[in-house]
Nanobody, 124 residues
Framework: QVQLVESGGGLVQAGGSLRLSCAVSVRTFSGITVGWFRQPPGKEREFVGASIWSGGRIVYSDSVKGRFTISRDNAKNTVYLQMNTLKPEDTAIYYC?????????????????WGQGTQVTVSS
């Protein structure tokens, strides 16, 4: 069974930075795609980006492209989400999730395991 634990959330002022971590307990982490999603208060969950196991590709949603960076450390079974130039609209609970897919990654339905989430609050 895959287990995921997010950490690194908190309160930050607009323009600041945070780095989230997603530690994944799985036998073959190098063969897993890890996605990041977020759910702003009162809104639907939305895709942030993903680290794809095949070819080492990384994809981002348009709303975070250029500000957020996803990286992966296969030796530590961990994926990171570096968030820079944060805006109040980035306030959300951030989740990581795993899938074997390498496409159609922006829909949560394709992910089998999810972390508990970590709160990110950006003040104006």
């Amino acid at each position: 069974q895959v287990q995921l634990v997010e950490s690194g959330g908190g309160l930050v002022q607009a323009g600041g930075s945070l780095r989230l971590s997603c530690a994944v307990s799985v036998r073959t982490f190098s063969g897993i795609t890890v996605g990041w999603f977020r759910q702003p208060p009162g809104k639907e969950r939305e895709f942030v980006g993903a680290s794809i196991w095949s070819g080492g590709r990384i994809v981002y949603s348009d709303s975070v492209k250029g500000r957020f960076t996803i990286s992966r450390d296969n030796a530590k079974n961990t994926v990171y989400l570096q968030m820079n130039t944060l805006k109040p609209e980035d306030t959300a609970i951030y989740y990581c999730a795993t899938t074997l897919r390498v496409f159609d990654l922006d829909t949560g339905a394709g992910y089998g395991s999810w972390g508990q989430g970590t709160q990110v609050t950006v003040s104006s």
